[in-house]
Structure formats: structure tokens, C-alpha cells
T-cell receptor
Framework: NAGVTQTPKFRVLKTGQSMTLLCAQD?????MYWYRQDPGMGLRLIHYSVGEGTTAKGEVPDGYNVSRLKKQNFLLGLESAAPSQTSVYFC????????????FGPGTRLLVL | KNEVEQSPQNLTAQEGEFITINCSYSVGISALHWLQQHPGGGIVSLFM???GKKKHGRLIATINIQEKHSSLHITASHPRDSAVYICAVRYNTDKLIFGTGTRLQVFP
């Protein structure tokens, strides 16, 4: 089992460009999450999903969109990247309940110039 | 002000020492998580608890609901324990709030 994987691992964008981060899990988990991690701050929830076809906003959703068309995939989109979105992005999934024990991906480092 | 406070922010220890990391929160919670972030960036869940105590190997997590406080203990610390340890709490509003982490370095 690969667990939770994220693509890409690192990306540099120019302001205004768009991109999609892909998260995939092979554990048949219902719940998936996107977080961002910035220096000096705790992980912050961007969006989450409680099942295929569902999404919900987290703490810092502005500037991001998500989709969960397949149970195993959770996509995070940046329509028009801004330097404030420079961060490390983590995807996670959980099985038993929303906010249950979470399994994290390796992270995607994004730099917006 | 972060709703989850961890202390200390940084901690250094000699191999073999007993380590304690603290986490305090402000109001009633339904669950508390401890996570470990490796120097390479990967994050692993260590414990999820809502009362009492849990143990896994050399790691022990305790929670005191009345005092709104949790501790993570590491017995017989080892350099491979060097990491950032993160506390996260689930409030009854269904939010999961993360602390800023405690950076632990264990020297041989």
C-alpha cells in the first residue's frame, strides 16, 4: 500500500498562474483533508471531504477550490496563485470518522513568485 | 491567540533523558491528537485520546480534562526521536485546531 500520495512534490508558480494538486489514497478512507503549513503557525485546514462527491470549507478556504469525484482522489486547485499561497500543502485521510486518526501525505512545497 | 498552546517551543535533551511536552487548550474538547513531524517533513499520527492515558512503545500520552491539559512523554529518548511534536484538539464545533509544535532535538 502506498498510503497517501501527493503530486507534485515541489512547484514554482508565477502570480496569476493556476495549478492543481493531486492527493490519492489507497486505504479506502471516506474522509480527506487539505492543510497548509506556514512557518510559526500550526497546520490550517483549507477544505475537507466527508465522502465521494462532497466537500466542505475549512479555516482558510479563500483562493482554493477542491473536488472529490472519486473516493480515492482529492484535488486542490489554485485558480490564480498569489504569493500569500506560498506554503507547504499536506493532504490527509481518515477512516473511522471525521477528525479521526489521520494519515498524511508527504507534502507539496509551493512557491509563488 | 492560538486556541492550542504548546510548551516548550524548543527542547534539547541528551540521549536517555525523559522528555515531557505539554499542550493546553481553552474550552471543552471531544478529542486530542498528538502528531510527529519528521525532519524531512512527513507527519505521522501518534495518538488520539479523549480521556486517561495511552502508551505506545516509549511514548506515553496523558490528558486531564478538568485542567484542559495534555502531556506527551518520551522515555529513554533517542536521537531518532528528534522531530517536531504537534498537538491538535477537536472542539465541539467540529474544528480541529493545531498547535505550532515543539521542536525536540536529542543528542547522543
Amino acid at each position: 500500500n502506498a498510503g497517501v500520495t501527493q503530486t507534485p512534490k515541489f512547484r514554482v508558480l508565477k502570480t496569476g498562474q493556476s495549478m492543481t494538486l493531486l492527493c490519492a489514497q489507497d486505504m479506502n478512507h471516506e474522509y480527506m483533508y487539505w492543510y497548509r503549513q506556514d512557518p510559526g503557525m500550526g497546520l490550517r485546514l483549507i477544505h475537507y471531504s466527508v465522502g465521494e462527491g462532497t466537500t466542505a470549507k475549512g479555516e482558510v478556504p479563500d483562493g482554493y477550490n477542491v473536488s472529490r469525484l472519486k473516493k480515492q482522489n482529492f484535488l486542490l486547485g489554485l485558480e490564480s496563485a498569489a504569493p500569500s499561497q506560498t506554503s507547504v500543502y499536506f493532504c490527509a485521510s481518515s477512516y473511522s470518522s471525521v477528525w479521526g486518526t489521520q494519515y498524511f501525505g508527504p507534502g507539496t512545497r509551493l512557491l509563488v513568485l | 491567540k492560538n486556541e492550542v498552546e504548546q510548551s516548550p517551543q524548543n527542547l534539547t535533551a541528551q540521549e536517555g533523558e525523559f522528555i515531557t511536552i505539554n499542550c493546553s487548550y481553552s474550552v471543552g474538547i471531544s478529542a486530542l491528537h498528538w502528531l510527529q513531524q519528521h525532519p524531512g517533513g512527513g507527519i505521522v499520527s501518534l495518538f488520539m485520546l479523549s480521556s486517561g492515558k495511552k502508551k505506545h512503545g516509549r511514548l506515553i500520552a496523558t490528558i486531564n480534562i478538568q485542567e484542559k491539559h495534555s502531556s506527551l512523554h518520551i522515555t529513554a529518548s533517542h536521537p531518532r526521536d528528534s522531530a517536531v511534536y504537534i498537538c491538535a484538539v477537536r472542539y465541539n464545533t467540529d474544528k480541529l485546531i493545531f498547535g505550532t509544535g515543539t521542536r525536540l532535538q536529542v543528542f547522543p
